[in-house]
């Protein structure tokens, strides 16, 4: 059996880089010779349309009825491998994943129902890596990702605004941890969209002075190829353009993250 690791990349703030960091890492994971899953968990569909997937009838919250209704289902009919970035990926689709969220309230462990669609993930055998790009929430959506994931990882826009959104995110890490999974850690945060203003390097230095255990030392700046990468349906990190610092400061995030998992 392989050692799956679960990560999700959380922050209830929308524009932090949370998807971003998950197709860069997922993506360079993939150069180191491990075999990734992405998960998208975000009515958004922002992964599944970088991937160039739109509306997938077979997405993550169809699987969730799954379960709901106790249907069984073969996963493997939801995973789409795609050859540009080398990772595989469970899309999302708008209408489901807002009718779930409403669902899911009165659905009994209404926590626990992405961990049981994981499971049957992990229980594939085929994954070294299940990355989970959350929404930008603290509702039961990123309940249901704390309780299915063994580690999170937090993207935090080097700006005071985002910063402001941490310590909430680490009280509900905590509450999940002591209720639903007692094993869950939080691998660290990593400051993204790093730029020469005061602001931006202000909020920095509050990072590593109030989190030195979790800030990742690799930080990833602000550069218009990260913005771009959509168009191409390309991670950074598969670029060896020379303006592409972010490719660069991502792989040093994933050696470093490596460590931690
Ligand atoms: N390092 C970066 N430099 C410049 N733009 C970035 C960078 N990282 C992300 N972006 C852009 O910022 C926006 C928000 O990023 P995204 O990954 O979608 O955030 P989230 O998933 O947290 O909402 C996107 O348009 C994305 O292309
Ligand atoms: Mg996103």
């Known amino acids: 059996m392989k050692n799956t690791n679960v990560i999700a990349v959380a922050n209830q703030k929308g524009g932090v880089a949370k998807t971003t960091t998950v197709i860069n890492v997922g993506a360079a994971l993939v150069l180191k010779g ?19 997937i739109y509306g997938a009838k077979n997405n993550i919250g169809s699987a969730m009825y799954n379960v709901i209704n106790k249907s069984d289902f073969d996963i493997s009919e939801y995973i789409i491998f795609n050859e540009k970035n080398g990772v595989s990926v469970i899309p999302s689709e708008l209408n489901t994943m807002n009718k779930l969220e409403k669902d899911l309230i009165s659905v009994r462990s209404k926590e626990t129902v992405l961990r ?35 580690n999170v990882l937090i993207p935090c826009q080097a700006a005071p605004i985002s910063y402001a959104a941490v310590p909430n995110l680490l009280l509900q ?47 990833i700046d602000r550069m218009a190829t990260a913005a771009n990468s959509a168009i191409t349906e390309k991670a950074c990190v598969l670029s060896n353009a020379k303006d592409n610092k972010v490719a660069i400061e991502y792989r040093a995030l994933v050696d470093e993250l490596i460590e931690r998992v």
Do not use: H
């Open 34 to 52: 491990y075999k990734v899953l992405l998960v998208d968990w975000d009515p958004q569909e922002s992964l599944s349309n970088f991937l160039g």
């Open 116 to 150: 049981k669609v994981i499971k049957k993930v992990i229980d594939l055998d085929e994954f070294d890596y299940i990355i989970i790009d959350c929404l930008a929430s603290l509702n039961v959506m990123l309940d249901n990702a704390l309780t299915a994931c063994d």
């Open 173 to 219: 890490i905590e509450d999940i941890k002591d209720d639903l999974n007692e094993n869950l850690k939080v691998l660290g945060i990593v400051a993204t969209m790093c730029e020469r203003s005061n602001n931006s390097k202000m909020t920095v230095s509050m990072l590593e002075e109030n989190y030195p255990d979790l800030i990742f030392k690799s930080k």
